[in-house]
């Protein structure tokens, strides 16, 4: 059973980044695709990206030029990286696992970011 | 890419059923068989009931199904029982990018 457990910083001030990493338990970055998904206070789920096995990216395209999702195998760990936050960008960010056939079936706990002047 | 349409909420007595729909165009839902639920309680974390369009996860009741019709799939939930009240979201994925649903929450009369 894949266990993610994620990490990072919850306070922002509008313009920084925001840089989550998520831990990887009893399974590989180099099997199955890793990702990001957020939720707003109240709202909807919106995928923002995910890194396939050989390490291609995938980015939701309303968010692509800000968003950088990276691996590290060795230390069985990815991250993710949005600049320019604002306070559209508030919300509760989850790491994600897909097993295969497009379906996210592992998600980590959630950390709340807020971005706030 | 903007956001699959679901009925805001829907509602059953427990033992009814209950079908909330999800609509997308044939660019999406139409054009996917890669279709997922997933259920939310509140403050907690989603989870995948329903994948590849019918497909129930290990664990999942078989009380919750799912199916699709041109640009709509739905997730149909029968047997209702309190512990089913919660936030359901579909998804669909397409050229490896996925789109969520705006969301259903589902109450148990």
């Known amino acids: 059973q894949v266990h993610l457990q994620q990490w990072g910083t919850g306070l922002l001030e509008p313009s920084e980044t925001l840089s989550l990493t998520c831990g990887v338990h009893?399974?590989?970055?180099?099997?199955?695709?890793w990702g990001w998904i957020r939720q707003s206070p109240g709202k909807g789920l919106e995928w923002i990206g995910d890194?396939?096995?050989?390490?291609?990216?995938n980015y939701n395209p309303s968010l692509k030029s800000r968003v950088t999702i990276s691996r590290d195998t060795s230390q069985r760990q990815h991250s993710l990286r949005l600049t320019s936050v604002t306070a559209a960008d508030s919300a509760v960010y989850y790491c994600?696992?897909?097993?295969?056939?497009?379906?996210?079936?592992?998600w980590g706990q959630g950390t709340l970011v807020s971005v706030s002047s | 890419q903007s956001a699959l349409t679901q009925p805001p909420s829907a509602s059953g007595s427990p033992g009814q059923s209950v079908t909330i729909s999800c609509t997308g165009t044939?660019?999406?839902?139409?054009?996917?068989?890669?279709i997922s639920w997933y259920q939310q309680h509140p403050g907690k974390v989603p989870k995948l009931i329903i994948s590849?369009?019918?497909k129930r996860p290990s664990g999942v009741p078989d009380r919750f199904s799912g199916s699709k019709s041109g640009n709509t799939a739905s997730l149909t939930v029968s047997g209702l029982q309190t512990e089913d009240e919660a936030d359901y979201y579909c998804?669909?994925?397409?050229?490896?990018?996925?789109?969520f649903g705006s969301g259903t929450w589902v109450t148990v009369l």
């Open positions: 994600v696992c897909s097993s295969g056939w497009y379906k996210i079936d592992h």
């Open positions: 009893d399974a590989s970055l180099n099997i199955f695709y």
């Open positions: 998804s669909s994925n397409v050229a490896n990018s996925y789109i």
């Open positions: 890194i396939s096995p050989s390490a291609d990216t």
């Open positions: 044939s660019s999406d839902i139409g054009a996917s068989n890669f």
């Open positions: 590849e369009v019918n």
